[in-house]
Structure formats: structure tokens, C-alpha cells
């Protein structure tokens, strides 16, 4: 199986830190994106926030609607992933201040 190279795996990258604002990422994504594809990335991102906050699986999934093994797999990333949510939510809450 032939393997994609690292220039073409990178530009979907290269386009999402080109974006200038929150009216071009949501008008990107859009156009990316199915529906349920964004509104799937938008819970689990929500679903890690809320784990990060320690909230409990019951009470998020009560808030945002994810399934237990939704909240699970955003729990396994969170503790043993490429640590992209733990550099993200900092910020999130840095840019909320």
C-alpha cells in the first residue's frame, strides 16, 4: 500500500494555522466538514474541557449528550494521547481571562 508523504499530510495543517480568525475557522470547517463531523469534534472537545475540569462522566454526559465511550476515549487521549488537548485548554482558558 503506497504511503501518503508528509508534504500532502501537512497541508490540511499548514491551512488551519493560516486562518486569521474565528469567522475563518468556522467558514473552513464548514466547508471541510460534514455537519456531523463538526458537531462530533465540537463534543469532544467540550467532553475534554469537562474532563479536564474533573467533572464526572455522568454529569457530562448528561450536559453534553456524548456517549460513555465518547467521554472514555477523550479520557484515554487526555491521559496517554499526543498531549494536543493539554496544549490546548490553557489557552482556551487563557483566552477566556
Known amino acids: ?26 467558514r473552513f470547517f464548514q466547508d471541510l466538514c460534514t455537519v456531523s463531523e463538526l458537531r462530533a469534534m ?3 472537545m467540550e467532553v475534554a474541557v469537562l474532563l479536564d475540569e474533573d467533572m464526572i462522566y455522568n454529569e457530562i454526559l448528561e450536559r453534553t449528550g456524548a456517549s460513555s465511550a465518547t467521554i472514555s476515549r477523550v479520557k484515554r487521549a487526555l491521559l496517554y ?13 487563557e483566552s477566556k481571562q
Open 42 to 44: 465540537e463534543q469532544r
Open 1 to 26: 500500500m503506497k504511503q501518503p508523504n508528509r508534504e500532502q499530510n501537512d497541508t490540511l495543517y499548514q491551512a488551519i494555522l493560516a486562518l486569521k480568525d474565528m469567522d475563518e475557522c468556522r
Open 81 to 93: 494521547g499526543a498531549d494536543g488537548y493539554q496544549t490546548v485548554i490553557p489557552r482556551l482558558r
